[in-house]
């Protein structure tokens, strides 16, 4: 069997490439993927739309894994051109009173990350299937994965998994198009203050968004949102 290495590649997926949020070896007894503990080692290799969960043996021998969809876009996409009826397979509709309001065009949202102090684990669930060296599969793969992940103790990989595993709020984004090259400071400034309205919360959002950027360029990195439990 290939090296899992190989296998994020067939998916156009690179450990090395500036969308990768996190990249961290989970022991087996701190995750649960539909409640079951996977034997071997697990590695969770994060990016800004999805996340790979993978199963290996010796120094990356790939011995099989799945791909959890973060992006409601791209799940939305998949269930259609697959002609897969989410209720059909579990998925619930998160958003549902908002969906559900007279006039409404908010579309059907089924990503879900659940966390709190007081809980030990994060919790995601959300579209995903099975991955190999194949390129293609079948809808039938195709399903609703829960994953539980313990948060752990060190600071530093607790934050990174979090943005791993989680969908991108707005300032997330807008590090993200400018760590992967997408927009320009320039670019940006304009954007964001062409969508400005005086008097609003987003003002203060903006704010403090290019406060930190201003902070952080500096040392070169942007400054983020605070960890979150």
Known sequence: MASYHR???????????K??????????????????????????????DSFYLICYSGQSRFEHGIVIHKD???IRNTLQRAGVDPAGIGLTVVNKAKVEQEGSTEPPKYFQFESSKVNLDYKITSLGH????RTEYPRSCLQRYEIKIRKGRDPVMKKRIRRGV???????????????GLVTHA??????????????????MTGKYFDGLAGGQGSKNLSLAGDRA
């Not at 296998?7 to 156009?12: D, M, Q, S, T, W």
């Open 7 to 17: 296998v994020l590649e067939v998916h156009g997926r690179f450990v090395n490439q």
């Open 19 to 48: 969308s990768v949020e996190c990249d961290y070896d989970i022991h087996p007894w701190d995750i649960l993927i539909n409640g079951e503990r996977w034997d071997g080692k697990v590695r969770l290799v994060g990016f800004v």
């Open 72 to 74: 409601d876009d791209a």
């Open 130 to 133: 099975p991955i190999s060296l």
């Open 166 to 180: 989680t969908q991108h709020d707005l300032f997330d984004l807008l590090h993200d198009a400018l760590r992967l």
């Open 187 to 204: 670019e940006l400034v304009g954007m964001v203050i062409g969508k400005t309205y005086g008097g609003t919360a987003l003002d203060d």
